[in-house]
């Protein structure tokens, strides 16, 4: 029992840093009502804890091969639990953006890649594919629970509450890493690639930031973009700007490999199929989960009134069914290619989110929401049962860290990409149907129209529908006006999040075809991995 108590701190690491992402998202209408700010800020915050981890999980990797890993994850807690700590006490959505966006996901950038590499170091053989499976089966738990405890918390108590817990659960998890054994990076330890962390922050910086200003700015013809070169939106160029970021790092990472210069990422890694198969299907996976998972929450707290626990029970079946599935997927693994668990998962949360898209009405679909809630966690299930163990065999020890570093930056890409994209199909969805319901309904004059068609040009909030209400009432409209521009927001709320929901599914089918790299079976940890130096 002795050699697994590493195992029990390592998972408990994992388990705190999945937690806040579910926990937040059942908290999106506390927090706009607790700091007096709208949607679109909320989902500003969200994605910036993803994306804070996703330009930084890579340098947090290759730190950790500078300085040690279990030194790098010990580092990584304590910038995470001051995080935390702030984030509970936060007074401004500001501070909370400090706090928990960026402190936590600086933290977390460290923790993330060396937990995967002391996971590797300190099992070998069986042990360590039990290891890959518990730590799998831990952020199913942190995702199946997260809804639940956010929801009980903010509904009985304060979401502030989660954070104190989180607080409480690092100095445990700090009292056990002397039980981690630490695993040394063979050879001479590396030099971190200041120039390349910087091109690759600021590139995926760069993308996720147009992606989440795309409903505002407009992705091509501009809205509200505070400039508009050549009379084009903001966003393409931004999008452009990325793209030449990322030429600028792959150029550079090749120059410091033909120098014999340590980069921080070697490009060779991506040309292992496995390893580059289990990225792709890490960015695919979440992309659609966080793009479901920031949905969802809109729909039952603004659509139909229910508070964050009455959600996050209502979410309770993905997560249940992702948990299950996690482990019965490892199991079937001995007996089926992982590439075609990989496909069934897919499959099944395509035909899921379809699903879920039909129960997305004026009225809860209870059967039809909780069945349909439940395949996506099947098929979410199945995906995190495989991609991680995948990328990690595909390398030996000397990769881990850059493989771990890869892996997460890949989950944390697609977690920011999931929330911008989907929010921003579905914020900029709300206003278009809005204007076009006004513009529909013969209760509304043609004068109203026009006014309302030119307030809400650069893209409206998503609020319950009685705040419509109350603002049209206050502009002197009459009852009729009323009326109708209320039910003209309702409608428009169901048609941008079903194009929300049809959104992921399309992301979910195109993720299909990028399986092909992925292999007949696990490969074993060590045989015919690419070495890295």
Partial sequence: MTRWWPLVALATAQFVMVLDQSVMNVSISALVEDFDTSVTTVQGVITLYSLTMAM????????????????????????????????????????????????????????????????????????????????????????AIGPILGGWATTVLSWRVVF???????????????????????????????????????????????????????????????????????????????????????????????????????????????LRGGLLGLVSQNLVLMGVFFTVPLYLQLV??????????????????????SAVGARLATRLAVRTLVRSGLWVTLASVLLLLATVRPQMADLAFAVSMGGLGVGMGLLASQLGKVVQASVDASGR????????????????????????????????????????????????????????????????????????????????????????YEEAQLQALKAGLLGAALLALLSIPFTRDLPSRVPEPVTGAAPVG
Avoid: C
């Fill in 56 to 143: 930084f999980m890579m340098t947090g990797g290759k730190i950790g091969d500078i300085i040690g890993r279990r030194r790098a994850f010990v580092v990584g807690l304590v910038v995470y639990g001051l995080g935390s700590a702030l984030t509970a006490a936060a007074p401004t959505v500001l501070v909370l953006a400090l706090a928990w966006s960026v402190m936590e996901g600086l933290g977390a950038a460290l923790v993330m890649p060396a937990l995967a590499a002391l996971i590797a170091g300190n099992y070998q053989g069986k042990d360590r594919g039990v290891a890959y499976a518990v730590i799998g089966g831990v952020a199913g738990a942190g995702i």
């Fill in 304 to 325: 139909l009134g229910y508070n964050a626990l009455e959600t996050g029970l209502r979410m309770l079946p993905v997560s249940v069914a992702m948990f299950v599935a």
């Fill in 164 to 274: 104190v817990g989180e607080v409480v659960l690092v100095l445990v998890i700090l009292a056990m890493t002397r039980l981690v054994g630490d695993t040394a990076r063979p050879g001479t330890a590396p030099r971190l690639d200041v120039v390349g962390s910087v091109l690759s922050a600021a590139a995926l910086g760069v993308v996720v930031l147009a992606v989440l200003q795309s409903s505002t700015w407009g992705w091509v013809l501009p809205k509200d973009s505070p400039v508009e070169p050549l009379g084009f939106s903001l966003t393409i160029y931004l999008l452009a700007l990325g793209g030449l970021l990322v030429w600028a790092f792959v150029a550079w990472q090749r120059h410091r490999e033909a120098a014999g210069r340590d980069p921080l990422v070697h490009l060779h890694l991506l040309r292992i199929a496995p």
């Fill in 401 to 488: 860290s850059e493989a771990g570093g890869l892996q997460f930056t890949g989950q944390q890409l697609g977690s920011s990409l999931g929330v911008a994209l989907i929010g921003a199909v579905v914020l900029g969805g709300l206003t278009s149907a809005f204007v076009a319901n006004v513009e529909d309904s013969p209760a509304v004059s043609r004068q109203v129209t026009e006014q309302l068609t030119d307030a809400v040009g650069p893209g409206i909030d998503f609020v319950p529908s009685t705040r419509v209400e109350t603002i049209a009432t206050q502009s002197g409209l009459d009852p009729a006006t009323v009326s109708a521009l209320v039910d003209a």
